[in-house]
Nanobody
């Protein structure tokens, strides 16, 4: 079991940058493939980014590629999503997720561990 807690969300202006993070407890994140999803009102969670357990492979949704960066700090047992050039369409609740397999699927059903989510609001 691993417990995930996100922090760092908030209200920013369009064009700004924001960093959200997820701290794990109970296990070390290097044992997991880590991911970020987001959820718009009335919608299912959609894949944003993932980082392999080795920390060497990343995957991004086309909508965030080139703007968002996922990274990991093993010393802090934390995974971070750096978001640049934010726009109103990025406003959502962002969730951290973990799975104990090497693949990085973009469907939420294949990720067994979740945080509670953090709200990101981008004002235009």
């Amino acid at each position: 079991q691993v417990k995930l807690v996100e922090f760092g969300g908030g209200l920013v202006q369009a064009g700004d940058s924001l960093r959200i993070s997820c701290t794990a407890s109970g296990r070390t994140i290097s044992e997991f493939t880590m991911g970020w999803f987001r959820q718009f009102p009335g919608k299912e969670r959609e894949f944003v980014a993932a980082l392999s357990w080795s920390g060497s492979i990343t995957n991004y949704a086309d909508s965030v590629k080139g703007r968002f960066t996922i990274s990991r700090d093993d010393a802090k047992n934390t995974v971070t999503l750096r978001m640049n050039s934010l726009n109103a369409e990025d406003s959502a609740v962002y969730f951290c997720a973990a799975r104990q397999w090497v693949s990085m699927p973009n469907t939420e059903e294949q990720w067994p561990y979740w945080g509670q989510g953090t709200q990101v609001t981008v004002s235009s």
